[in-house]
């Protein structure tokens, strides 16, 4: 942080300029800011992730908006979204291809186009529900190394039939991050997480270090809880933009009351107000408890 100087004419301005690098620095391990892709896609490397995917497609709910009627194909609607299903890839129970019956339909697994700078996938039986989400932080040194270390993990994953997203950066000059990638489990896939350094130790390329808000479970590998803070303006935040505004605000307090109270005092402060245990900043305040190895 010490080569780094933020200049701005009020605190109200400093802020963003001040999360981002916080969020650079503490959480993503970016060496300078040129380190920032102009493109969010590289079609190169998003083809070798498609490649190494190791499977091709997921499951997912759906509603029947307009049911199948001989070779035509249902509408059926995803997460708000309709879309054209073909009657094969529709499933559910007896008597369920009626308009407005709940199904499951088999989709495309790769979704490379979702989170920007990510290639995303869906595990083969689905996402995590609505549970709190478990993030998974790996980091991948290179690109070069991170087809290979995409298809492990995720065949890894697949071997213990869970669900589960997991996204993967998709521009070359991204890297090195501490959050190459990122593997999201649901409460069905928690009992998981003590084993996930086997599970993703010694993958292709794997880097050393961890964000610094996040708990490490082994060199390049690091967990956290999905923020929960329904204020205004922090409820879609990622996770290290949510911690490096939290740590933000506690900075500009501090320096707009002159160092009264403390710095540390205003960091607890910031972070119980974000909903975030000053004692685990990985953790929020309502997470659950989890059997990690010590």
């Not at 620095?25 to 040129?34: I, K, M, S, Y």
């Not at 040194?141 to 993967?168: C, F, G, T, V």
């Given at each position: 942080?010490?080569?780094?100087?933020?200049?701005?004419?009020?605190?109200?301005?400093?802020?963003a300029?001040?999360?981002?690098?916080?969020?650079?620095?503490?959480?993503?391990?970016?060496?300078?800011?040129?380190?920032?892709?102009?493109?969010?896609?590289?079609?190169?490397l998003?083809?070798?992730?498609?490649?190494?995917?190791?499977?091709?497609?997921?499951?997912?709910?759906?509603?029947?908006?307009?049911?199948?009627?001989?070779?035509?194909?249902?509408?059926?609607?995803?997460?708000?979204?309709?879309?054209?299903?073909?009657?094969?890839?529709?499933?559910?129970?007896?008597?369920?291809?009626?308009?407005?019956?709940?199904?499951?339909?088999?989709l495309?697994?790769a979704?490379?186009?979702?989170?920007?700078?990510?290639?995303?996938?869906?595990?083969?039986?689905?996402?995590?529900?609505?549970?709190?989400?478990?993030?998974?932080?790996?980091?991948?040194?290179?690109?070069?190394?991170?087809?290979?270390a995409?298809?492990?993990?995720?065949?890894?994953?697949?071997?213990?039939?869970?669900?589960?997203?997991?996204?993967?950066?998709?521009?070359?000059?991204?890297?090195?991050?501490?959050?190459?990638?990122?593997?999201?489990?649901?409460?069905?896939?928690?009992?998981?997480?003590?084993?996930?350094?086997?599970?993703?130790?010694?993958?292709?390329?794997?880097?050393?270090?961890?964000?610094?808000?996040?708990?490490?479970?082994?060199?390049?590998?690091?967990?956290a809880?999905?923020?929960?803070?329904?204020?205004?303006?922090?409820?879609?935040?990622?996770?290290?933009?949510?911690?490096?505004?939290?740590?933000?605000?506690?900075?500009?307090?501090?320096?707009?009351?002159?160092?009264?109270?403390?710095?540390?005092?205003?960091?607890?402060?910031?972070?119980?107000?974000?909903?975030?245990?000053?004692?685990?900043?990985?953790?929020n305040?309502?997470?659950?408890?989890?059997e990690?190895?010590?």
């Amino acid at each position: 942080m010490r080569d780094r100087t933020i200049t701005q004419e009020s605190a109200a301005a400093l802020r963003a300029p001040l999360i981002r690098t916080l969020y650079d620095v503490l959480h993503a391990g970016r060496r300078e800011d040129t380190s920032r892709s102009r493109s969010l896609r590289d079609a190169r490397l998003e083809a070798q992730f498609a490649d190494a995917t190791p499977h091709r497609t997921t499951i997912a709910q759906a509603r029947i908006v307009e049911a199948a009627n001989g070779p035509r194909e249902a509408i059926v609607e995803v997460s708000g979204v309709r879309v054209s299903a073909p009657a094969g890839t529709i499933g559910g129970p007896e008597g369920a291809s009626r308009a407005g019956a709940t199904v499951t339909v088999a989709l495309p697994a790769a979704r490379p186009a979702v989170s920007p700078g990510f290639f995303l996938a869906d595990g083969s039986l689905g996402r995590p529900g609505h549970s709190p989400l478990l993030r998974v932080y790996v980091n991948i040194a290179d690109p070069d190394n991170a087809p290979a270390a995409w298809h492990q993990a995720l065949s890894r994953l697949e071997e213990k039939r869970i669900r589960y997203r997991a996204k993967i950066l998709s521009t070359p000059r991204s890297y090195p991050r501490t959050d190459s990638m990122v593997i999201y489990l649901g409460a069905d896939a928690w009992h998981l997480a003590a084993d996930l350094p086997r599970m993703l130790g010694r993958l292709p390329g794997t880097g050393s270090a961890t964000s610094v808000f996040a708990r490490q479970l082994a060199p390049g590998i690091a967990m956290a809880w999905e923020p929960a803070d329904d204020r205004l303006g922090h409820t879609h935040l990622s996770y290290g933009q949510h911690r490096s505004a939290a740590l933000t605000d506690a900075l500009i307090r501090h320096a707009d009351t002159q160092g009264t109270p403390s710095l540390d005092a205003l960091v607890h402060e910031a972070l119980i107000e974000a909903g975030v245990d000053p004692l685990a900043p990985e953790r929020n305040t309502d997470s659950p408890e989890l059997e990690l190895a010590r």
